[in-house]
């Protein structure tokens, strides 16, 4: 395992035939290919470089590509230009030189810059900061035969100097490139028809009885044959389309072993949200840092209003400060989702280029993001709910604390469906970010909680009725107020609540009265809460729907 294999570094070849350069719905390989298509190992396919070590400790890209060795590499200039032959004879130094001729030099007696160096150079200037892999895309296009054998040699020293892995795509190589390269990977419609050696595919072909030609390379014989495949399936489609399969289809006879082809090819709805579930799951994991930040500021936000609210006795001003406690939970609670806003963003534009393509529906990916999200939000409502309620020492009853967590996690389910319907609607973070600053600021005036409905002006009316703040304020006091409080003094006077010497004041039916809260309505509140969270799910859809039919990418 100790021997020196810099002997045996050359350049990897990606090569793609003339019909990879489009993407049309049949994607499959041809028929000389061996290898399956899913594995990534085949991506940048060396299959002689494998080594115990990386070349570098920060290397992240193809580090079981990257050799080690003990030897230092020249310096970073004058051993790159001395390892690729770019220091010229004194006859042939060309410096000063506009790169691509002319430019103004037409007196000049040098002759100026050729394509060729034109190439050397540029791959020169991606050099000089020795990176572990070089990645080029078709560095020969445009050049002459002698011009990109001599890229390719170029290369060739590149990877047996330099000790660097080489990556380059190229087009209909001729025979003498090919005997700089030392791996193929060959594509055909996005799928893998070959990775490997020159030799394992002449072996392939040979297999598949296609004898090469004198006057053909293997490559250019493949590319053949993968053309002669795809007039294949095109006349196969005109045969389809043909009344004479037509009439076969209908054909008793031939009933059972006509060809199905669907119209839109879409799984099952429950194999779609399955699938999208999982795929979200796995975003999720990917973005620990969002759920963790929304879990800690969860039990932050609770231990910080718990201390600020701490043991609020039951007098006049506790009241006050319950309300003022509720009031600013569900601020907290319904701008705390705002962080999620870049990240579905960002999920938009994979979403977009997919469901264009008709890879699935957009109403299974909606049903997916809320399975995955409210499990997760139900912890956010925990964590927030547990330190806050006791501290502050709310009605002290299970079932009390049991219905003010479901008000919480409902309160947060709201607030990320609004997110995202505006996530859908937005075009960029800045603009989400102001909307959803303006929805929750709007819904915070009209609640109730600093204009009573009988003050709000009439043409504004229907503001209270629609505000994601006013419904969840009159459940948290029923939840505190209602129910086995309701005939309980909650404010005294002149004496102790414990020891009951004092005035009673008030008791939790004269608090929901002076409020204008109905306690039997604490159940249809929970259903239009519930009626938020779908409804603006939906809008989210219809909105993805109507962006998915403009998507041209």
Known sequence: MDQDLSSELDPALLLSTSASSSSPQDSAS?????????????????????????????????????????AAPPPAAEGLLNSV?????????????????????????SRGVSGGERKRVSIAVDMVHDPPVLLLDEPTSGLDSRSAVDVLALLHEVARARRQVVVLSI?????????????????????????GSLRSLEDALARLGHKIPAQ??????????????????????????????????????????????????YRSRAVEVAALTVRCWRTMYRTQQLFAARAAQAVVGGLGLGSVFFRVRADPDGL???????????????????????????????????????????SSYVVANALVFAPCLLAVAVLFSAP???????????AAFGFFVLAVWLIVLMASSLVLFLSAV??????????????????????????????????????????????????LLINEYGGGA?????????????????????????????????????????????????VYRIMCWAVLVRRASKTTL
């Not at 298509?37 to 080594?51: D, G, I, K, R």
Request: proline content about 6%.
């Open 30 to 70: 041809p028929s000389f290919s061996f290898y399956p298509p899913s594995p990534p190992e085949y991506t940048l396919a060396v299959t002689n470089l494998s080594c115990p070590a990386p070349r570098r400790a920060n290397a992240t890209l193809l580090p079981r590509f990257l050799p080690s060795f003990s």
């Open 85 to 109: 032959s770019f220091i010229a004879s004194s006859s042939s130094i060309l410096a000063d030189s506009y790169v691509g001729g002319g430019g103004g030099e037409a007196m000049s007696p």
């Open 171 to 195: 087009h209909q190589p001729s025979y003498r490139m090919l005997g700089y390269i030392s791996s193929l990977l060959l594509l055909s419609r996005g799928a893998v028809a070959h990775c």
């Open 216 to 265: 053909l390379n293997p490559l250019e014989l493949a590319m053949e044959v993968t053309e002669q495949l795809q007039a294949d399936r095109a006349k196969f489609a005109e045969l389809r389309d043909s009344d004479q399969y037509e009439e076969e289809r209908e054909s008793p006879g031939v009933a059972n072993g006509s060809l199905q082809v669907p119209e839109h090819g």
């Open 320 to 362: 006050a400060l319950r309300l003022g406690l509720f009031a600013f939970s569900l601020s907290f609670l319904l701008s705390s989702t705002v962080e999620a806003l870049p990240i579905l963003l960002h999920e938009r534009r994979v979403l977009m280029r997919e469901a264009s393509r008709r890879a699935y529906r957009l």
């Open 388 to 398: 806050v309620y006791w501290l502050v020492g709310l009605r002290a009853s299970l």
């Open 426 to 475: 937005s075009p960029d973070f800045i603009l989400g970010n102001s909307l959803i600053c303006i929805f929750l600021g709007v819904f915070f005036l009209f609640s109730g909680y600093f204009i009573p409905k009988e003050s709000i002006p009439r043409y504004w009316a229907f503001m209270y009725y629609v505000s994601m703040y006013r419904y969840p304020l009159d459940l």
């Open 486 to 534: 309701r005939d309980k003094c909650v404010a005294w006077v002149g004496g102790d609540a414990m020891n009951g010497d004092g005035v009673c004041l008030s008791t939790g039916g004269d608090v929901l009265r002076g409020r204008g809260v109905d306690e039997g309505m604490r159940w249809v509140n929970v259903g239009v809460m519930l009626g938020f969270f779908l």
